[in-house]
């Protein structure tokens, strides 16, 4: 079955950086979209960046220049590296799979920024 694990969340102060790392299994890894999302609380839950299997690549605006979104398919993992932190980062991290029939989530991982 589809299963997608994230890790690499934490506290950091501002300015700061983290990776978070999503492992994917069940699929055929290669071959689909995969997305990094975030949910903060009280706000609906937005897309931070994509990347297709064609290696394109999409950011929200609010991130561009600062994360990078970037796939492994020899180890079928998609990572979100996070540079130069800002507070209204903090939010629920989700990794997520566009099959075509069905989108597939990971658990989620928590992103805080505060000094």
């Known amino acids: 079955q589809v299963q997608l694990v994230e890790s690499g969340g934490g506290l950091v102060q501002p300015g700061g950086s983290l990776r978070l790392s999503c492992a994917a299994s069940g699929f055929a890894f290669s071959s689909y979209l995969m997305s990094w999302y975030r949910q903060a609380p009280g706000k609906e839950r937005e897309l931070v960046a994509a990347?297709?299997?064609?290696?394109?690549?999409n950011y929200a605006d609010s991130v561009k220049g600062r994360f990078t979104i970037f796939r492994n398919t020899a180890k079928n993992t998609v990572s979100l590296q996070m540079n130069s932190l800002k507070p209204e980062d903090t939010a629920v991290y989700y990794c997520?799979?566009?099959?075509?029939?069905?989108?597939?989530w990971g658990q989620g991982t928590q992103v805080t920024v505060s000094s």
């Open positions: 997520k799979a566009d099959l075509g029939y069905r989108d597939f």
């Open positions: 990347i297709a299997s064609t290696g394109y690549t």
